[in-house]
């Protein structure tokens, strides 16, 4: 069985299409746990209908604030040899779990990930458009991982994960980091893990909302980058693997940082210029593997044209 764990906290506008994209799913047997994050809206009354309808959906309340205590509490509740997270703004393609599931039971697999589809008004698209379908094991996990940093895709929690990994090993998610617990959950699980899988194919439609976390200003946003960016690099490192790709993901962390100072009531782009992660970029200069916006935003960092900075920003915000 696989357990399908989503944390919704005022999550009523969108909740029923990520149920519906659950219930319908060509895999049947699964659960559904929806962890009612202590909700003010409808959630709840959603939550609770939909179980009425089927018995495979679970209500769990979970009264203690942020997303890793409902997917902690999620994991506890589940009883299935699979855990799969999904977002309750988020929906799933029809076969998503079949194909998942075959996997991981046909090559004896820890985590199996998939593409992901980006959704907004613009249109879809996939996260990872060139790499192909791959199985990792041993001391070829790392390099799969190092091979694809530059995706994203193992950067996001929404995997297969085989329960007893993260049980034995008592993986969960980090209730001291606001920001990227996703990455910390990843890595902690693949360094238990024996197999590992990349399936090419667009399963998981990631909806890009105007009320999400990364539009919201991060008072320790420098502190929360910094503890990922060294978690990955201890990683990389304790593997011998080169660290370019990460080099390359650190302009995109830079400029969420730069971003995030732009969200603040008053900016302070001296702040960013300073940071330790900004000297660790500057250093490695990656430019030859950067699109030209991401070039021309490197340019500024190294020649401190705070001006620049400013509206490079302010253009990304209202876009």
């Known amino acids: ?23 319908c799913q060509t895999f049947r047997e699964l659960e559904l746990i929806i962890v009612d994050n202590n909700s003010t809206d409808k959630t709840a009354q959603i939550i609770k209908k939909a179980a009425e ?17 409902a997917r902690n ?18 929906t799933l393609i029809n076969n998503a779990i079949e194909i998942l599931h075959r996997a991981a039971e046909e090559d004896d697999l820890d985590i199996t990930a998939c593409n992901i589809l980006y959704s907004s008004e613009k249109g879809r698209s996939p996260m990872e458009g060139s790499a192909k379908t791959a199985v990792a094991k041993g001391t070829d996990i790392p390099l799969l991982f190092s091979d694809m940093l530059t995706s994203y895709v193992w950067y996001m929690v929404f995997k297969l994960f085989r329960r007893s990994i993260l049980i034995e090993n008592n993986i969960l998610f980090s209730t001291k980091l606001a920001v990227g617990e996703d990455l910390d959950f990843v890595i ?28 919201k200003y991060h008072e320790n946003l420098y502190e929360l980058k910094a503890i990922l960016y060294n978690s990955v690099k201890a990683y990389l490192i304790k593997n011998e693997l080169p660290l370019e790709n990460l080099h390359i993901n650190l302009v995109n962390d830079i400029f969420a940082l730069a971003v995030n100072e732009q969200k603040s009531q008053k900016p302070d782009f001296d702040r960013l210029l300073r940071h330790e992660l900004t000297n660790e970029l500057i250093k490695n200069d990656p430019v030859g593997k950067l699109s030209v916006s991401k070039r021309v935003f490197l340019i500024c960092l190294k020649y401190r044209l705070k001006f620049a900075l400013d509206i490079l920003t302010k253009i990304w915000i209202r876009s």
């Open 73 to 90: 509490a999620g994991i506890a509740y589940s009883c299935g040899d699979y855990v799969f997270f999904l977002d309750s703004d988020d």
């Open 53 to 69: 309808s089927d018995g495979r959906i679970k209500y769990l309340f979970c009264p203690v604030p942020g997303v890793s205590n």
């Open 1 to 23: 069985m696989v357990s399908i764990i989503v944390p919704a906290y005022n999550s009523e506008k969108h909740l029923r299409d990520c149920i519906n994209s659950v219930i």
């Open 188 to 215: 902690r699980a693949i360094e238990k893990s024996e197999a590992v899988c990349f399936i090419d194919t667009p399963l998981y439609i990631y909806n890009i909302t105007q009320n999400g976390l990364n539009l």
